[in-house]
């Protein structure tokens, strides 16, 4: 079976979310389990670092539509971080960087958090 | 190989969600066999994976125990998958092409795996037998 995992990790008042595996219609679910905590304690600047994401279907991409609006009418943003270039293509094919900021490092992700902020 | 020759493969599964990494080394590990490079090999996997993402959540309505075929065929010019399932037939005329900024609005999306699909793959053509079985080919060039 596919592993998936995520793990979450505040960093200057922004949590990040690490992806680790493959994340496809199987795997979605845990995901969104992570974004419905964070919304629900009012985390609303998050950073989704893909490092270690080895893999992902329409399913993982649906994700982050599905939550995105909530969090940017509360102030805060999904900003995406260290992809592959495989990873990326599948994002780029579906048109995602109009709708979202890509980073190429984690650090350049939460900074721009703090630009918005001060 | 012998150019000539067509291998034949054939992977039934459950429509399980579960099942789909099984899927996927499946494809992963015959097109390998078939001498297809890694990108394409990903790229073959994914429409595959899409496909019956799909059927397990359109044809079976998340129904666990339906049927999903997948016999793959190739040799040195062209890789073939067909995937056959038993479940609700399906028009895929009536799946527009995704419009991110409409997913947006309405906060929710449909369409992006069978638009990966015609992306990623030469060829994507659906037949349904209402009643009977639906079946999609996927091919690609890889000569």
Excluded: W
């Amino acid at each position: 079976m596919a592993e998936f995992s995520t793990a979450i990790i505040e960093k200057d008042n922004v949590s990040v979310i690490n992806l680790k595996g493959y994340l496809d219609a199987h795997t979605a679910p845990a995901l969104e389990e992570n974004f419905t905590q964070l919304i629900d304690n009012k985390r609303f600047k998050i950073v989704v670092n893909f490092e270690e994401l080895a893999y992902i279907s329409s399913a993982g991409l649906g994700v982050f539509m599905a939550y995105i609006e909530n969090i940017r009418e509360n102030k805060g943003d999904i900003k995406l971080t260290t992809m592959s270039d495989k990873v990326y293509n599948i994002f780029d094919l579906l048109g995602f960087p109009l709708l979202y900021e890509i980073f190429k490092t984690e650090d350049e992700a939460i900074n721009k958090f703090k630009e918005s902020t001060n | 190989m012998n150019s000539e020759s067509t291998n034949s493969k054939e992977l039934i599964v459950k429509s399980k969600t579960e099942n789909l990494s099984a899927i996927r080394d499946f494809i992963s590990c015959n097109a390998q066999s078939a001498g297809i490079k890694k990108e394409m090999i990903e790229n073959i996997m994914l429409a595959v994976d899409e496909a019956c993402t799909n059927i397990i959540k359109h044809a079976y309505h998340s129904f666990p125990d339906g049927e999903i075929k997948i016999e793959l065929k190739y040799n040195h010019e062209k890789f073939t998958i067909l995937i056959i399932d038993y479940g609700n037939s399906f028009d895929p005329e009536i799946v527009p092409d995704p419009d991110l900024r409409k997913y947006y609005d309405e906060g929710k999306v449909g369409g992006l795996g069978m638009y990966l699909m015609k992306t990623l793959m030469d060829e994507v053509k659906y037949i349904s037998i209402p009643g009977k079985f639906n079946q999609v080919l996927l091919s690609k060039n890889i000569s």
